[in-house]
């Protein structure tokens, strides 16, 4: 069982992640904008954090770095949901700290295989 923390401010989405990663075993908590993962996957204390990079509040790379910045989540696998592929897009996601850099949609089958180093 691994926690996940699945931020991301379309709900369909969001709750179809968190069903798929539930019924593989998985502990997973959902949030709907940046400031409210930040604090879940604080709270949670968050192996991974599954993070969509355009957020009302605060967006993903900013997310990134608060994770980064905080030791209860410094070492979470921190992976970049976006709509936006490209060099460009990849470098702002690792330089922000995101471990992964992955286009939407996902592919449901594709989830467990971003849970692992």
């Excluded at 904008?33 to 605060?58: H, Y």
Aim: hydrophobic letters at 40%; a negative charge.
């Amino acid at each position: 069982m691994t926690r996940v923390v699945v931020i991301e401010d379309h709900t369909d989405t969001a709750d179809l992640m968190q069903e798929i990663l539930r019924q593989s075993g998985h502990e997973v908590v959902v949030a709907n904008t940046g400031k409210d993962g930040v604090d879940a996957a604080r709270r949670l204390v968050a192996e991974v954090v599954l993070c969509d990079v355009g957020l009302p509040d605060m967006d993903g790379y900013e997310v990134a770095r608060a994770l980064r910045a905080d030791p209860a989540t410094a070492t979470a696998r921190l992976v970049a949901l976006t709509g936006y592929d490209g060099e460009d897009e990849q470098r702002k996601a690792r330089d922000a700290g995101f471990d992964r850099h992955v286009v939407k949609p996902i592919d449901p089958f594709q989830l467990e295989s971003l849970l692992k180093a």
